[in-house]
């Protein structure tokens, strides 16, 4: 997980400090990852139903609870037996929101299950990685440029873990907000065209209506325009007829 360029952590301070503070801080990280594989389903649902879980879940790994690196036999066995241990059908008493930490789950699954997108989640956190690392190195600087002591919180690789895991859940939130600020302007665009669409529509059909109503009206049209010529000729054609003679008038 470690970017180019960058020791591992511990490899250098752990020694400079005392030679056994990685391990420490490896081991317990490991039994806190034991402890929580075997969560009771209650607890994997608080879990991944807890306040901040909205952003907290956008992270795959974090949600299964596996390390970036895991090979993806092991994620699966992983998945398994964590969405039998949130199933609704298990807990029963509980299932609605059961059901929502199972859907969790399985989103998870299928987030890593594919390969691009998988592969695009490992980038995230390798990119968290290196953004700590990268702000860690400025900060040592400016502390040796204002001739400070450069050993900053981050030397403590509890305090480095948190950090990283911090700026990972950023970058998974940043991501998701991009997501949704597009499929807004994409619904948006699709709602636009479809009005569009319906105006279009709806003056084809007008315009089909009126020629209909023009068609149908053709015929009396034409009757009518015939029964007025013929008027016309009656009254042309119809003779000339004198005036009637007036008898003179004799005194």
């Not at 690196?69 to 298990?90: G, N």
């Amino acid at each position: 997980m470690a970017s180019p360029g960058f020791k591992p952590i511990g490899s250098e301070n752990s020694a400079t400090k005392g030679g056994d503070t990685f391990d420490i801080f490896y081991k317990d990280l490991k039994e806190t990852e034991q402890r929580d594989s075997v969560l009771t389903p209650k607890q994997q649902i608080d879990r991944l139903l807890r306040p901040g879980s909205s952003y907290a879940n956008l992270n795959p790994f974090e949600v299964l609870q596996v390390e970036p690196k895991t090979p993806i036999d092991e994620i699966k066995k992983k998945y398994r037996r964590m969405s039998i241990l949130v199933h609704p059908d298990k807990n029963q008493d509980d299932s609605e929101r059961a059901q929502k930490a199972f859907d969790e789950v399985t989103k998870a699954w299928k987030c890593l299950e594919n390969d691009s997108t998988r592969q695009k989640c490992l980038e995230i956190v390798e990119e968290a990685e290196a953004i700590v690392l990268k702000r860690i190195e400025d900060r040592k600087k400016q502390l040796k440029r204002e001739g400070k002591d450069p050993r900053v919180d981050e030397d403590d690789p509890v305090q480095m873990k948190r950090a990283i895991y911090v700026q990972t859940m950023k970058l998974f939130a940043d991501l998701e907000r991009k997501r949704r600020k597009q499929e807004d302007r994409d619904q948006e665009e699709r709602k636009r065209k479809r009005e569009s669409e319906i105006q279009e529509e709806e003056k084809r059909k007008a315009e089909k209506e009126w020629q209909k109503n023009f068609e149908e009206s053709r015929v009396d049209r034409v009757n009518s325009w015939k029964d007025f010529q013929k008027g016309k000729s009656a009254k042309k054609f119809k003779g000339f007829k004198p005036p009637k003679h007036k008898a003179e008038a004799r005194d």
